[in-house]
């Protein structure tokens, strides 16, 4: 059984969090329905980083969890106890954070290189330029400081 991320965007405006929609990454290349760059993206290595989730490369992790943001939008409310115990090890990060971290810091990889052996590599390197395309996505709802996403996991 695998572990997939649940992700959703949101927005800040004259000081409250709103969902961003289901329509707001057109330029996304997943499927619509997909409620920001990150949802349902089956990555350990981004989970390891966001969460420390399925981290078995030991990566360096951004953020421990932190639960559910105290103003989290009502739909995304909603949408987290949909999943009542079934969701777990919610978080949030700003885009701001996303963009302040030190990606060009290097880590030994502990997962593999292909051959079973710990590699040295950079955080930029491991996530790949995926991620930051996403980013760029993300960064098109607003100053980094007014978008975040809000995510948790399910097995």
Same mark, same amino acid.
């Given at each position: 059984?695998? *572990? #997939?991320?649940? !992700?959703?965007?949101?927005?800040? *405006?004259?000081?409250?969090?709103?969902? !961003?929609?289901?329509? !707001?990454?057109?330029? &996304?290349?997943?499927?619509?329905? =997909?409620?920001?760059?990150?949802?349902?993206?089956? /990555?350990? $290595?981004?989970?390891?980083? +966001?969460?420390?989730? =399925? &981290?078995? /490369?030991?990566?360096?992790?951004?953020?421990?969890? =932190?639960?559910?943001?105290?103003?989290? /939008?009502?739909?995304?409310?909603?949408? /987290? #106890?949909?999943?009542?115990?079934?969701?777990? *090890?919610?978080?949030? +990060?700003?885009?701001?954070?996303?963009?302040?971290? #030190?990606?060009?810091?290097?880590?030994?990889?502990?997962? &593999? #290189?292909?051959?079973? &052996?710990?590699?040295?590599? *950079?955080? $930029? @390197?491991? +996530?790949?330029?995926?991620?930051?395309?996403?980013? @760029?996505?993300?960064?098109? +709802?607003?100053?980094?400081?007014?978008? $975040?996403?809000?995510?948790?996991? @399910?097995?």
């Amino acid at each position: 059984m695998g *572990t #997939d991320i649940h !992700a959703y965007a949101e927005t800040r *405006t004259n000081g409250a969090w709103t969902y !961003a929609g289901d329509d !707001a990454f057109p330029d &996304n290349e997943r499927p619509k329905g =997909r409620h920001c760059p990150f949802d349902r993206v089956h /990555s350990y $290595r981004l989970f390891g980083f +966001l969460a420390d989730v =399925r &981290n078995y /490369s030991e990566a360096p992790v951004i953020a421990g969890p =932190r639960g559910l943001p105290a103003d989290v /939008s009502p739909e995304l409310q909603a949408k /987290s #106890d949909d999943w009542d115990v079934d969701g777990h *090890t919610h978080s949030w +990060l700003t885009l701001a954070e996303l963009l302040a971290f #030190d990606y060009d810091q290097t880590f030994t990889d502990q997962w &593999n #290189d292909g051959d079973g &052996n710990p590699q040295v590599t *950079t955080v $930029r @390197d491991f +996530l790949g330029d995926w991620y930051f395309t996403r980013l @760029d996505l993300l960064g098109k +709802l607003g100053a980094p400081e007014n978008v $975040r996403i809000v995510f948790w996991f @399910d097995n």
